[in-house]
């Protein structure tokens, strides 16, 4: 609701405007997340084994990425009225975009704060999580007797690809 609210599509702001608007929100949230992983290891130096399962907060956190770009996204294009919708402005404005005009990833920054991550070993992971499900889509395809590279998907990926470039 937070990151709702912070990026109203009315507004016409640039991109650092958007980006100060919205790390702060994202700070809070992963230093929320981040006690668990304080009070794990504070535990392991007394000794007790924690059960506390942290894996999900990742899930939370990428969705929460997810919005986020989304929302900016939307916003950019209420700037930029000429910029296409779909696959166009998703390669345009990628992870690496995001990261390169100082978006916090929360993802990240969780982390880094719990595991030392740089902003590199997040894209790189990003980038084979996007290929592994790109794999498996047409593994499924093929499964289904189908072809995946229709030339209605082709012509899309060529259009972002001219838009991009």
Same mark, same amino acid.
């Given at each position: ?19 100060? =608007? ?33 894996? !999900?907060? =990742? ?13 900016? =996204? ?18 345009? !404005? ?13 993802? !990240? ?43 209605? =998907? ?12």
């Amino acid at each position: 609701m937070k990151i709702k609210e912070k990026t109203q599509k009315r507004l016409t702001l640039s991109k650092e405007q958007w980006i100060n =608007r919205v790390n702060p929100i994202i700070r809070g949230k992963v230093n929320y997340y981040t006690t668990v992983i304080k009070a794990i290891k504070t535990n392991e130096q007394y000794g007790q084994k924690s059960r506390c399962v942290t894996r !999900w907060m =990742r899930t939370i956190l990428l969705s929460v990425d997810g919005y986020i770009r989304r929302r900016l =996204r939307v916003a950019f294009i209420h700037k930029h009225p000429s910029q296409k919708k779909g696959m166009k402005m998703n390669s345009k !404005w990628n992870n690496a975009f995001f990261v390169g005009i100082k978006l916090i990833p929360s993802y !990240w920054l969780y982390l880094n704060k719990a595991y030392g991550y740089t902003l590199q070993d997040y894209l790189e992971e990003l980038k084979s999580k996007s290929k592994q499900k790109v794999q498996r889509a047409i593994e499924r395809t093929h499964e289904k007797g189908e072809e995946y590279y229709t030339p209605h =998907r082709l012509q899309k990926m060529q259009n972002a690809w001219n838009a991009s470039s």
